[in-house]
């Protein structure tokens, strides 16, 4: 299995960071199916540090998570270090940073992916967030470059093992080709092979037939499983060989109460409302599950569209 400092992972596949879906109810779920790792919601550091009641709610966390993950972006260290040393942090025993978003918002703001195009920056963002972290795995998560042009994963990766991570997931695209296009396999094989600490694949694994194929090309220690474990907390189990029992219906309204145990109503059905989209995604009839999930405006309406597709699997 594989190791991030000492932390052993029971599983080589992860739920990375997936801003607005990897909270509670997708971890939960996900560990209960296999998944080795899983990272909450992108967190700034910033709007941590100067107490962001939004970034609050983000950093809620339940028992039955076995390793607790918060990703955090920013690309000041000043503020890096403030906000690893947080007393909301206490609860966490993983650091991951975030060099691999794509939001313009994010990059305008020389955050994210941004900081692809400064290395040297990047890597005083880890080496401060290793010397603040108490001990603590700080992990890295990246993509492949900024554009076609400027492929300096390799690089990106040298400088973020030297600052003293202990573990690095590569999503296998450009910025500039957000989550669409090609998965550059090899470019991931480079940063396998140039750094000693583990690396997790990310990029398009949406079934066993992928993970072969990224752990055949790549070597890579493990695969992060992103926009593929939506709506499918269950693929953790599936690629790990298993056939994974489960019913849609109590899925999201575990979900469901998940959500609700940590926000009030109205955002819990707002917040569930994606997640059903990706539970119900392929069924017969989904289009107009989909409409009535969306005209829901309380929770009594979000159970009762859930309850109306009992026993129903993919």
């Given at each position: 299995m594989v190791k991030i400092g000492d932390i052993e992972l029971n599983s080589k596949f992860i739920l990375p960071a997936i801003a607005g879906f990897s909270d509670i109810g997708l971890r939960v779920l996900s560990y209960r199916y296999g998944a080795g790792l899983c990272v909450g919601e992108m967190v700034s550091a910033k709007g941590l540090v100067y107490g962001s009641?939004?970034?609050?709610?983000?950093?809620?966390?339940?028992?039955?998570?076995?390793?607790?993950?918060?990703?955090?972006?920013?690309?000041?260290?000043?503020?890096?270090?403030?906000?690893?040393?947080?007393?909301?942090?206490?609860?966490?025993?993983?650091?991951?940073?975030?060099?691999?978003?794509?939001?313009?918002?994010?990059?305008?703001?020389?955050?994210g992916s941004a900081l692809m195009r400064d290395p040297y920056r990047l890597g005083m963002v880890v080496?401060?967030?290793v010397k603040a972290a108490g001990g603590r795995p700080v992990t890295a998560k990246m993509r492949i470059g900024f554009n076609e042009n400027e492929i300096n994963c390799v690089r990106v990766a040298k400088e973020i093992e030297e600052a003293g991570a202990q573990a690095i997931t590569v999503h296998g695209r450009t910025r500039e080709q957000f989550y669409s296009g090609e998965v550059n396999l090899d470019a991931i094989k480079a940063v396998k092979e140039a750094v000693s600490i583990p690396v997790f694949g990310n990029g398009n694994v949406?079934?066993?037939?992928?993970?072969?194929?990224?752990?055949?090309?790549?070597?890579?220690?493990?695969?992060?499983?992103?926009?593929?474990?939506?709506?499918?907390?269950?693929?953790?189990?599936?690629?790990?060989?298993?056939?994974?029992?489960?019913?849609?219906?109590?899925?999201?309204?575990?979900?469901?109460?998940?959500?609700?145990?940590?926000?009030?109503?109205?955002?819990?059905?707002?917040?569930?409302?994606?997640?059903?989209?990706?539970?119900?995604?392929g069924l017969r009839?989904?289009?107009?599950?989909?409409?009535?999930?969306?005209?829901?405006?309380?929770?009594?309406?979000?159970?009762?569209?859930?309850?109306?597709?009992?026993?129903?699997?993919?």
């Open positions: 009641e939004n970034t609050e709610a983000l950093l809620k966390v339940d028992p039955r998570e076995p390793i607790k993950a918060v990703q955090l972006f920013g690309s000041e260290p000043e503020f890096i270090e403030k906000a690893v040393k947080h007393k909301s942090l206490n609860k966490f025993d993983l650091i991951d940073l975030n060099f691999g978003c794509p939001v313009p918002k994010i990059v305008k703001n020389g955050e080496s401060t967030a949406t079934d066993l037939a992928k993970a072969n194929e990224m752990f055949c090309h790549t070597s890579v220690d493990g695969i992060a499983v992103a926009r593929g474990a939506i709506g499918r907390p269950y693929i953790f189990a599936e690629l790990l060989g298993q056939v994974p029992l489960y019913d849609i219906t109590e899925l999201i309204m575990e979900h469901f109460a998940l959500l609700e145990s940590i926000m009030p109503e109205r955002v819990a059905v707002n917040c569930i409302k994606k997640h059903i989209a990706g539970y119900t995604y009839g989904g289009k107009d599950i989909k409409n009535r999930v969306f005209a829901s405006t309380t929770r009594d309406e979000i159970i009762d569209v859930a309850k109306s597709f009992k026993n129903l699997v993919k």
